[in-house]
């Protein structure tokens, strides 16, 4: 592990501590996969799981401290100072930016949201680790993919296409999208695309806000996001949904065994957008960056949120890790011989 890496590892569990999650891993250990467009035994039986089984596949992560904003920044080798949302001052030719309530000049460099600086911060962790090629002259090289899952201000868009990825995002809601290719649709190397990422491809409710949509009436049922939904009048709209497995290739023009990294935050439904690509992760096993709140969670569904960590430890060849304090990002690494992107 190398010693950029945005978290701090802290060993709690593992398989061998937990019975049921051995049980599963069992239980799955010889299953295959199935045709296309049939359900994957392995998403079946955590579709199937406990509750008790569910936090079993918490026990079986590691937890880990996440970088504060300053650690992260000094990670990120990008030039970036926070901002509300992605913003070019290279040239310092901007004179306003926005963080956290304050307008301020902004310095040279890339404006960046505190999510893509953690995610900067991350993936250039895994590549002195040896996990991801050493630059981003490599990764381009590699023609290596970042899909980012829920672009919305574009920081993590920007990250990927900086470190060298070619970079797909999706993000569902109209105004974001167009908000988003107009600022950086004519990047080189990027598509965005106006879908949402889900299990199936067809159309879908999206309950749609300035920054907290979601395909999951409970995100809005979780008390920070519903004080911003209520002041940001969420509005009900259908849109596109997609599946990474059927439909990367029509929509975005890109192999999907090119995919190294798939980062997700779309409040409580990227369980359901894996889903929809585990013939993607079997074939190339990429990294795994995704939003890990259990706030969404509650009730007699509390453990619904590590069903990423479940998908993860069946399919194997993954190491996870999830956050420790108010941390809410969780990420699972490839272990297997092979880089990120390179068939297995």
């Given amino acids: 592990m190398g010693p950029k890496l945005c978290w701090v590892l802290t060993f709690v569990g593992g398989v061998r501590g937990d019975v049921l999650a051995q049980q599963m891993i069992r239980e799955t250990r010889n299953m295959v996969p199935v045709a296309a467009g049939q359900l994957d035994p392995i998403v079946a039986r955590i579709d199937r799981a406990t509750q008790a089984e569910l936090r079993s596949c918490a026990a079986w992560a590691q937890v880990e401290r996440v970088m504060n904003g300053n650690e992260a920044l000094r990670a990120c080798p990008l030039r ?9 001052n290279l040239r310092g030719d901007k004179n306003r930016a926005k963080f956290g309530g304050r307008v301020f000049k902004p310095p040279r ?4 949201p505190k999510d893509a600086v953690h995610l900067c911060a991350f993936l250039t962790g895994l590549s002195h680790a040896g996990t991801l090629p050493p630059n981003a002259s490599a990764v381009r090289a590699a023609g290596l993919v970042l899909i980012d899952v829920g672009s919305a201000y574009g920081g993590e868009t920007v990250v990927g296409g900086e470190l060298g990825f070619e970079v797909v995002a999706f993000e569902p ?6 908000r ?5 649709g004519r990047r080189s190397r990027t598509r965005i695309v106006n879908a949402a990422v889900t299990r199936a491809s067809s159309n879908v409710t999206l309950l749609a806000a300035e920054d907290s949509s979601s395909l999951e009436p409970r995100a809005m049922r979780e008390f920070a996001s519903q004080i911003k939904a209520n002041r940001e009048q969420v509005a009900r709209i259908a849109v596109r949904g997609v599946n990474i497995d059927a439909e990367l290739r029509r ?3 890109v192999d999907p065994r090119r995919v190294a990294v798939i980062k997700l935050d779309i409040q409580g439904h990227e369980y359901e957008a894996l889903a929809g690509a585990v013939a993607t992760l079997r074939a190339v096993r990429p990294v795994l960056y995704f939003e890990y ?3 969404f969670f ?7 949120v590590n069903k990423v960590l479940c998908l993860a430890m069946l399919l194997g060849g993954y190491r996870c890790t999830r956050p420790s304090g108010r941390g809410e990002l969780a990420n699972c690494v490839p272990v297997l011989d092979g ?5 297995l």
Avoid: I, N
């Fill in 80 to 88: 970036a100072f926070y901002s509300s949302v992605a913003l070019d």
């Fill in 109 to 112: 460099g890339w404006g960046l």
């Fill in 173 to 178: 809601h109209p105004a974001e999208w167009a």
């Fill in 180 to 184: 988003l290719q107009s600022a950086w």
């Fill in 251 to 253: 929509v975005s023009g």
């Fill in 293 to 295: 709140l259990p706030s």
């Fill in 298 to 304: 509650k009730g007699d569904h509390a453990a619904d």
């Fill in 339 to 343: 880089a990120p992107g390179s068939p």
